[in-house]
């Protein structure tokens, strides 16, 4: 499918809008490869058996609604081999998708995601830190929820903002175990009854995480599962386009109501920091060509211990040590690696200055 077919189907899209209906029927109707990522928080098929009661009898609000009821496993896997083919027929060639679940239901999701041609690329523990006590005290407290995150196939060029992860991180790398809190307070939607408008509302800071790491602003997410709409609420204020599809008619409701609310962030703090393995490649040998570098000048390392002459080709010689940025400054530290880039630095009015910024110069021009 060309750029011009999928820009095309991205146009006939019924955009930041929530569409009523069965999710796989809509889904269908739908243009192919027009969306950019899906989101996708299924019924878990909890299988529960009867009510739950805290310590003081109190009854938990649970999730038993029809909708999380299925008759068998093999009614839930026929389920799940629908929806996710009508996700993965939605997905541009580059796209990606997410899928939450439980214990109940996310290795049955995961084995159908490979059946399909799915590329899972991680799984990710969401890890409750204040998860609803075990009350019967007959099995572990469940703390943790799974999520899947799957490319369409396994040649994507799915999107990965690596470095604005790890920025969220403090700026250390960002792992696959999440520690966040789920919904409660003033986030908890509620309804005219004053009671939880959805048993299974996600926390916005889930949905920002998997937003601001996989997407670009102006991205579509779909969500067929939209519920009471974070999904639809977290990618409206990161300047992404949205599509929500639920069949009922007072989630939808409530969502509407909670979109509204909700105001578009300016563009330029919706931009998160780039990849570096995702900007051009320079060579270093193109500085010297382009005369912002001359063959003899000399370049100095950090902390002007060391230094180096420019040759013509681009290579560095220095202390009877020839090669690349790279392999020059290795071998004067004792080092087993070293970038260049960062290291060596050229003299401007007595100053010294990183060859880093012509190269950003450069890429400059490029972009």
Aim: net charge positive.
């Amino acid at each position: 499918m060309t750029k011009t077919t999928t820009r095309a189907a991205q146009a006939a899209l019924p955009l930041n809008q929530i569409l009523a209906g069965d999710c796989v029927e809509v889904m269908n109707s739908l243009p192919e490869a027009s969306v950019d990522l899906i989101f996708a928080d299924p019924p878990y098929n909890l299988q529960l058996k009867g009510e739950l009661h805290r310590p003081d009898n109190s009854r938990v609000d649970a999730v038993d609604d029809a909708w999380d009821q299925f008759s068998s496993f093999a009614e839930y896997d026929r389920f799940c081999r629908e929806w996710l083919a009508a996700a993965r027929r939605l997905l541009k060639p580059n796209g990606a998708i997410w899928v939450i679940g439980s214990y109940h239901n996310v290795f049955r999701l995961g084995a159908e995601l490979q059946n399909q041609g799915y590329w899972i690329l991680n799984d990710v523990v969401w890890r409750k830190s204040n998860p609803m006590p075990n009350f019967r005290g007959k099995r572990l407290t469940n703390a943790h929820e799974t999520l899947i995150w799957a490319s369409k196939a396994e040649s994507s060029k799915y999107t990965f903002n690596y470095e604005a992860l790890k920025a969220l991180n403090e700026g250390t790398q960002m792992r696959s175990d999440w520690v966040l809190p789920i919904c409660t307070g003033g986030e908890r939607l509620k309804d005219a009854a004053g009671d939880k408008a959805h048993p299974t509302q996600k926390p916005e800071s889930l949905l920002h995480r998997v937003i601001v790491g996989t997407t670009n602003p102006g991205d579509v997410v779909l969500d067929p599962f939209f519920g009471t709409g974070t999904t639809g609420a977290v990618a409206k204020m990161l300047g992404r386009d949205f599509i929500g599809i639920e069949r009922e008619s007072d989630y939808r409701e409530i969502a509407q109501r909670r979109l509204d609310r909700v105001r578009r962030l300016d563009r330029e703090v919706i931009e998160v920091t780039g990849s570096k393995r995702a900007e051009p490649r320079v060579p270093f040998g193109q500085l010297v060509e382009r005369g912002m570098l001359r063959p003899g000048e000399e370049l100095y390392s950090i902390g002007n211990r060391f230094k180096a002459k420019v040759r013509a080709d681009g290579t560095l010689i220095g202390d009877d040590v020839k090669g690349s940025i790279h392999q020059v400054g290795a071998r004067l530290e004792g080092a087993p690696s070293c970038n260049g880039w960062t290291y060596w630095h050229y003299k401007r009015e007595g100053k010294l200055v990183p060859i880093d910024l012509l190269r950003q110069q450069i890429r400059a021009e490029l972009n």
